[in-house]
């Protein structure tokens, strides 16, 4: 519950423009925020890292799975919540 929270209170600081799949590589998923990148990236050991402006925090796929979201989903929803669509 706490990384939950964490997860909103990180998404609620940043300001995003746009959500994309990343190009560069397959394994992420991407968020634009004022010239910033904002990532959710596959370890491939049952973990992911997200990260922007500087800071990163890793998830686990139990985390995830809690917040029945998948990677690209939580980086739809920081997005969303920061757009204030929600």
Same mark, same amino acid.
């Given at each position: 519950?706490?990384?939950?929270?964490?997860?909103?209170?990180?998404?609620?600081?940043? &300001?995003?423009?746009?959500?994309? =799949? @990343?190009?560069?590589?397959? @394994?992420?998923?991407?968020?634009?925020?004022?010239?910033?990148?904002?990532?959710?990236?596959?370890? =491939?050991?049952?973990?992911?890292?997200?990260?922007?402006?500087?800071?990163?925090?890793? &998830?686990?796929?139990?985390?995830? @799975?809690?917040?029945?979201?998948?990677?690209?989903?939580? &980086?739809?929803?920081?997005?969303?919540?920061?757009?204030?669509?929600?």
């Amino acid at each position: 519950m706490k990384k939950a929270i964490l997860f909103m209170a990180f998404a609620a600081t940043l &300001v995003f423009t746009s959500c994309t =799949g @990343d190009d560069e590589n397959n @394994d992420c998923e991407s968020c634009t925020a004022q010239g910033q990148k904002i990532e959710i990236c596959n370890n =491939g050991d049952g973990t992911y890292t997200l990260s922007g402006g500087g800071e990163s925090e890793t &998830v686990t796929q139990e985390e995830l @799975d809690t917040l029945e979201l998948t990677a690209g989903e939580l &980086v739809e929803l920081t997005c969303s919540l920061a757009n204030g669509a929600l």
